[in-house]
């Protein structure tokens, strides 16, 4: 905004392997993290712009999910469900499940997937 940058967000690769079954290989969708906006620009409209923009690309780029790690009263605006409904689990533990979200894009590449979400390694370090 005015050559300032107010907010950021950013999308990297999450994977689910699936060892056994009928299905087999591993299944890359997209995690949102992070993201922020500078707190005198906050309640906005600026993170739902980012997140809304953002989702349209990783659609547009036939990515079958997205999951989030996040505010649960925040992200289900955007479409956003627990992951478990799905069968998802999350990698780490401690986390509470209400916080751990996702979104199916294309169902039938998702149909009758479950298991556990990885981030990159990278975020392994962040926590
Ligand atoms: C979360 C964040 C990115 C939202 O950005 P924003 O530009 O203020 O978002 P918007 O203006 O689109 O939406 C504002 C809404 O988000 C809600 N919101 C903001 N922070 C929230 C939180 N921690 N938990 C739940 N809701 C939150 C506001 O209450 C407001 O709700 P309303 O629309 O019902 O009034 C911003 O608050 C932020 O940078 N927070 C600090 C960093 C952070 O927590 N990042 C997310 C990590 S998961």
Same mark, same amino acid.
């Given at each position: 905004?005015?050559?300032?940058?107010?907010? !950021?967000?950013?999308?990297?690769? $999450?994977? +689910?392997? &699936?060892?056994?079954?009928?299905?087999?290989?591993? &299944?890359?969708? @997209?995690? #949102? $993290? /992070?993201?922020?906006? #500078? /707190?005198?620009? =906050?309640?906005?409209? &600026?993170?739902? @712009?980012?997140?809304?923009?953002?989702?349209?690309? &990783?659609?547009?780029?036939?990515? /079958?999910?997205? +999951?989030?790690?996040? !505010?649960?009263?925040?992200?289900?605006?955007?479409?956003? =469900?627990?992951?478990?409904?799905?069968?998802?689990?999350? =990698?780490?533990?401690?986390?509470?499940?209400? $916080?751990? @979200?996702?979104? +199916? #894009?294309?169902?039938?590449?998702?149909?009758?997937?479950?298991?556990?979400?990885?981030?990159?390694?990278?975020?392994?370090?962040?926590?």
């Amino acid at each position: 905004m005015d050559d300032k940058i107010v907010g !950021h967000v950013f999308f990297s690769p $999450a994977i +689910i392997k &699936i060892p056994t079954g009928i299905i087999t290989g591993v &299944i890359k969708g @997209m995690g #949102l $993290a /992070p993201m922020a906006v #500078l /707190p005198e620009f =906050q309640n906005r409209g &600026i993170g739902s @712009m980012l997140v809304i923009e953002g989702l349209k690309k &990783i659609k547009d780029s036939k990515y /079958p999910f997205v +999951i989030v790690l996040g !505010h649960e009263n925040y992200y289900p605006r955007f479409g956003f =469900q627990r992951a478990l409904e799905f069968g998802l689990r999350f =990698q780490w533990d401690g986390v509470p499940d209400d $916080a751990f @979200m996702a979104m +199916i #894009l294309d169902e039938s590449v998702m149909k009758g997937v479950s298991g556990i979400v990885k981030y990159r390694d990278e975020f392994n370090e962040a926590m």
